[in-house]
């Protein structure tokens, strides 16, 4: 059994607990859309979205000390352009919480960093104040993928469509999806190769797709590689969660385009 079918199977336990007891309310202070799509499409350097991850599957305990919304302030001061908030429990010791608590003190773009596998995870998604929510073409027949992103374009969200080879690259095209994910890292194996998105962002033409490239960036070489096959944004979690002094990570990673 692969990590990934691991945990979609504590995510039909977790969505079974969530539509007996979740109670749908919007916790929003402020209801502003803030669109990932918007602010990264345009832009005149390479997008950095900074992840919010204690933990992970792969790489075990990463910084699991860490405050939230302390550590979202520091990441938009150094010039993120949105924030990602891992809310797995099991896998990634995250916590709805965290985005609430994001949501409350920075103004970028928030992207939910969940294994969704059902409406009520995007309800909640929504409550909690994301922005962006992540739809994984790995871990679902297309048929539901199709029918999640509608469900969270109704209720005014963004969704990251996360592929990682050209039959999942295929899926995001008929789905429509706008902002691709392309993940350097196999969710089976762990493997983690940037040739991944050189190969792949390369089959997509079309100038209004904004296409992101995530996992395995540590150095100003890294981004270099991506920006020339062509993404708009990054998201890089170990590497920032792991940094003791992110004003220096920060300009190692952030080149114009
Ligand atoms: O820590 P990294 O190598 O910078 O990776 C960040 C991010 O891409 C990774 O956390 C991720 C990408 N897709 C996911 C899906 C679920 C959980 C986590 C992820």
Redesign the pocket.
Known sequence: MTILTQILAEKEKEVVQLKKNYQPASRLKDVRKRSLYDSFLNAEEIGIIA?I?RA?PS?GA?NTNVNPPKQAAQYVNNGAGAI?I?T?QPF?QGAMSDLEAVRNTVDVPLLN???IIDEIQIDRAKDFGADVI?L?AAALPEQRLADLYKYALAKDLEVLF?VHNQVELAAANEIGAKII?I???D?RTFE?DLATTEKLAGQVSDPNKLLIS????RKREDVERVKQAGVKGI???????RSGNLQQTFRDLQIPL
């Open positions: 992840e991850k992970s790489r990463i990602s891992l797995d990634f960093k969940d294994f992540l994984i996360e994910g993940n350097n890292r969710l983690v995530e996992s395995g960036f998201l890089v979690g170990e590497t920032m969660m």
